[in-house]
Each structure stands twice: as C-alpha cells, then as structure tokens.
C-alpha cells in the first residue's frame, strides 16, 4: 500500500487519506466535498445540473391543451370500460359489487395519467376525481333506463337529457340510499384516481458536505 506523497507546496489533507466510499449515482465518480440527493441517489454537481436540466427540457411534441384533450378523452375511455364492467357485473353477476368502484378509479387514473404524457399533476388529478365519480354514475345510469322502460317512459330525448342532467348527482343518490361502506368504497376510488395522476418529480436535495469515515 502506497500513500501519495505530499508535495512541499501543499499542506497535508488528512481527510483524503482515509478514503471515502461515496460515489456519484450518475458518473460513478468519487465525491469528495459536496453531493446532492435525488430519489435516494447520491449525484454530484455535474450530474445534477444534468439531471435537473432533463427536467427542464423534457420534450414534448404536445401543447399543453393537447395534452390537457388527450388526457381527457383517456380519461373517459377508462371511465366508460371502468363503467361498462361494473354495470355488466352487477347486472349478469346479480350481486352488487361497489368495490369495482375502485378499479374505476384506478384505470381513469391510470388512463390520465398516459394521456397527460406520463406528467400528472394537480389539474390531471382534479379530471381524474371529476371523471371517476361522473363514472360512479354511469355505471348506474343503464340501471335508470331498465327502469324507465319497465314504467313504459317513452326513451325519446326528453329522457336522455333528464339522465344526463340526473347523472352527476346519481353517485350521491347512490351513497345516501345504500350505506356508509358504499361511501367509504366510493372515497376510496376518488383517492386510485387521484394518487394514480400524481406528478412524478425527482425531489432534489442538496448540497450536502462530504463527511469522512470516523468523524
Ligand atoms: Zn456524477
């Protein structure tokens, strides 16, 4: 084992001698006064100028209104299978199953979130909640129109403008005619919607010094 000699002209660095194992999550690099901490990882300055600069400049062919329209009509397409699966279940599976209330939630989530060009945030997460409870309705919306029919209510337009105009007030309908597990069940899919149009930023953190092995 060899020390490096210590030329004349500097004074001797004690804290070098004893090497340190910190490296750079980004170069690989060995970091000797200062790091930042980003998502668990340690970078240096370089690499998180970089990292940060990503961020910045990340790329997107997409307007900010096109991207708003394409999360919304993703959003609608996981309402209406989230929908079309909790009515079909409850109608051919004759049991009533709110829990689906849930997937509903997630898969609009998940469906704004890829629309949103995989950025979320909070106005993403707010057309999340939105569609996900329009879709609470939905799902009852086919159960509305079995009964108008069995009451020989004509289904001209009349009709499907008094459902559309009823629909955003039939999940609340729903929760003060069934129980408070309903409700509960029901918060919970609002919540899927809104954890999965979550922003994904990489928290930065930093500068923090370098401190050596035993001090
Ligand atoms: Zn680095």
Redesign the pocket.
């Known amino acids: 084992m060899t020390t490096p000699e210590a030329s004349p002209d500097e004074p001797l660095d004690f804290s070098t001698s004893t090497t340190t194992t910190l490296t750079?999550?980004?170069?690989?690099?060995p970091l000797t006064d200062s790091y930042w901490s980003a998502g668990g990882a340690v970078?240096?300055a370089?690499?998180k100028a970089a990292v940060e600069a990503g961020q910045q400049a990340a790329p997107d062919p997409l307007s900010r209104v096109a991207r708003l329209t394409r999360a919304t009509v993703f959003g609608l397409g996981g309402m209406l299978v989230g929908a079309s699966v909790w009515y079909l279940v409850e109608r051919f599976a004759q049991i009533r199953v709110g829990l689906i209330a849930i997937l509903l939630g997630w898969l609009v989530g998940k469906a704004v979130f890829i629309g949103s060009g995989r950025r979320g945030g909070t106005h993403y997460q707010i057309l999340a909640v939105v569609l996900t409870y329009l879709g609470f309705g939905a799902a009852y919306l086919p159960f509305l129109l079995g009964a108008a029919r069995e009451r020989g209510t004509p289904l001209g337009s009349a009709m499907a403008s008094q459902l559309l105009l009823l629909l955003p007030r039939l999940p609340i309908m729903v929760v003060q005619d069934g129980t408070l597990i309903t409700g509960a069940i029901f918060l919970f899919g609002l919540l899927q919607a809104w954890n999965n149009t979550r922003a994904i930023r990489l928290e930065i953190s930093g500068p923090f010094t370098v401190t050596p092995p035993g001090t």
């Open positions: 750079c999550a980004g170069c690989q690099g970078l240096c370089d690499c």
